[in-house]
């Protein structure tokens, strides 16, 4: 069972994983506004990640306690240029990164193993989430203002699944 402030400081985390996912999917439509598609897709692809992420806290937190939803925050819709939502992913999985290190930190203050064992695996996927968006972030930036470089990115970006 939970105590009553790691319940909470996961409920936390569940919304903050359901706002990662509404904040790519935003992402994905702004890239379809302007016919990227295959950046859409990129996003897309780690929309469904997030809601993977977020239903894993929910199941956790339900079969340890108790599921307490929250309005989730209306994401940006716009961006000025190609590369900035790119930015924005690596910047918010920066900060998601720092929130699952504080989830470790109190279930560790807690005494509360099982928890912290559960969070290990947010842990090393964070590693993943921040190499992948930076890695995007660097690519765009390389293809500058080169047509052809963003159509092969695109093309790239395509393929991910």
Known sequence: MLGEKMEEALNGQLNAE????????????YYHSINLFGFANWMRVQWAEELKHALKFFDYIAENGRVLPRPVEVPPREWDSALAPFEVAYAHE??????INSLVEL??????????????????????????????????????????????LDQEFGQRK
């Not at 706002?19 to 992402?27: E, K, T, V």
């Not at 920066?94 to 929130?99: F, I, N």
């Not at 005494?111 to 972030?137: C, H, I, K, N, P």
């Open 18 to 29: 359901l706002y990662s996912a509404y904040l790519y999917l935003s992402m994905s439509a």
């Open 94 to 99: 920066q900060k998601v990164t720092g929130l």
């Open 107 to 152: 279930a560790t203050s807690q005494g509360d193993e099982v928890t912290r064992d559960f969070l290990q695996w947010y842990v090393d996927e964070q590693v993943e989430e921040e190499e992948s968006a930076s890695e995007a972030v660097e690519k765009i930036k390389a293809a500058a203002d080169s047509t052809e470089e963003l159509d092969r």
